[in-house]
C-alpha cells in the first residue's frame, strides 16, 4: 500500500475526509497523541485498524466526536454527570465510557455493552471529523505495544505503508492518550490517567474509584473495558526496568550497571551525576512536561540502539499519574528498589502542622530528623558561623557573640537578598550536619528540612510529603509557638514560598485544617508507604 502524506491544508483535510468515509485509514494528530482513524460506524473499516497496528481484538477503541450534541446519539443516554464532565472537559484530552446505542459498529466495543467517546481539541482533528461526517475510531496511530507517537515521524515510521495517509499536523501539546473515566457503573471509576487529571475530575464528580490495572496488571481473565489496561504498551525495542530511588539512589544504582547499549530514562536533573548515557524525560517537579517528552524519549531509545534501560520513577500525583501509568507499563511491571533504607522528605509552610505529622509517622516506624531543631546545634552555630551573621546583618544579631534568633530572623527576612545571604552563610553547615546524621540512620528517615528543596536536600529523597493548613490557622500556631506577634509572624509568611511551591512538588499533601482527622490520616500514609516499599 501506498501511503500518502498529507498536510493541514483545506486541500489536505478534504482528502482525508474522502478517504475515511471510502473506509480507509487515516493517521490524525490530536492534542494527546497521534491517532489512527476510520469511520467508527464501519466494521469492516475498524477491522483494518487492528490489521494495521497488529492490535489484539479484544481491546476496545475510542470513537471521537466533532460536536457535544454528536454524544447523544452513539450511547443509550447521557446522565447529567456526563455532561458535568462534556462542559467542564470538552473539547479536551477525556474519553468517558457509557452504555452505547448500537449505532457505532460491534468492532469498536469488542464485546462489551458500553462505549468510550471524546471530543478532541486539536484543530486539525476537528477538520477531519468534520470532513468526514462520521465519528471515528482513532486508537495511536502506531504498532500495538510500540510507544505511542507524538510526531509526525514516529507515524511514518511505524505505519507506513500500512495505512492509506497520515496527515502531518506537528507535535502534539499533551503527549499521553487521553484519561478515560467510566461512567457505566454505580460509581466513576478511572480506568486510564492521562491529561485530565484524578483531582479534576472529583471536583466535577466527587470521588471517583481508581481502578487496580492503573497500576498494576490487569487481573487474569478480566475484560479490558478501557483501552492501555491489558497488554505491555508504549515499550521500546529495549528492556525497560523503572527504578523507584532518590536521584541520588538513581544515579548511584545505575552508575554501577554495566553492560552495552545501557542507559538512563531520567529527570533532568539527575543527568549530571550519570556516568552511563541517558536521556531526559523532564524535570522531576514537572509532570506535563515528563508527559510532553516521555514518548518521544521512547522513541529515541530505539535510534540510539539501546538494549536495557533504567527508568526513574515519576509521581504519581496529578498528570504524574498519567506518566507513571505509562512508564510501568513500559518496563512491563519490572521495578527495582535500592536495598538503602528511603528517605522522605517532610515540607510545608511555618505553621502548617509538620512536627505534628512527623510524631504520628514516627509511631509507624520512621525515624524523625528535625533540621530546624538541629540547626539550633553548637555544631552549626559556632564561632565562624556567628561572626559571618554579624558581619552581614550588624551586631545586634548576635550581642556578645550570643544568638538572638528573632532579632537575626526580624534583620534577614526583610528581604529576599536578606534570606539568600542567610541561607548561603548557614547551608553548607547545616548541610554537612544532616549528612552526618543522614549516614548513620538504619531504618526508613523522615527528613523535616523546612528549606529542603533550596538546600537541595530533595536530591537525597525518594518521596516528598507536604502538610498544608489555612493561614489564619498557621498564624496562630506560629504566634503561641515562637512568643511572635502577628506582624512578625506575617513577614515570617512572605519570606517563604507559597503553598504551591510545596503542594506541586509533593508525592502526598496531607491538609491539617479544622475537622481533619490527622493521626487516621497519618496512619494511612504509612500502609500506604509500607505498600510501596518506602518502609
Known sequence: MRTQRLDGSPQGIARAGEILRAGGLVAIPTETVYGLAANALDGSAIQKIYAAKERPGDNPLIAHIGEVSQLAALVKAVPPAAQRLAEAFWPGPLTIILERSGLTAPEMSCGLNTVSVRLPAHPLAQAVIQAAGVPLAAPSANRSGRPSPT?????????NGRVDAILDGGGCPVGVE???????????RLLRPGGVTLAQLESVLGPVEVDPAVLSRLEPGREAPSPGMKYKHYAPQAEVVMADASPEEFAAYVNAQAGEGLYALCFDEAAPLLRVPSLCYGPRFDPEAQARRLFEALHQLDQLGARRVYAQRPSQRGVGLAVYNRL?????????????????????????????????LARQGFFHLDCDKMTKSAGVY??????????????EVAPDFVLDRQALAQRAFQSPQGVRTLQAITFPRILAEVRRRMEARTGPLL?????????????????????TAPEAARLARVMARDGLGEAEARLRFRAQPGEDFYTSRADWVVENGPGVELEKRCAALAAELKSGGCL
Open 178 to 188: 487521553s484519561t478515560v473515566v467510566s461512567l457505566a457503573g454505580e460509581r466513576p
Open 447 to 467: 527528613l523535616d528540612a523546612p528549606t529542603l528543596f533550596e538546600a537541595g536536600l530533595d536530591g537525597a529523597c525518594r518521596r516528598i510529603l507536604a502538610v
Open 151 to 159: 510526531c509526525f515521524s514516529h507515524v511514518w515510521e511505524d505505519l
Open 382 to 395: 559556632d564561632y565562624n558561623c556567628i561572626k559571618d551573621l554579624r558581619e552581614a546583618f550588624g551586631g
Open 328 to 360: 510501568i507499563r513500559a518496563a512491563a511491571f519490572r521495578v527495582e528498589r535500592p536495598q538503602t533504607p528511603a528517605v522522605i522528605g517532610l515540607v510545608g509552610p511555618s505553621g502548617a502542622g509538620k512536627s505534628t505529622v512527623a510524631r504520628f
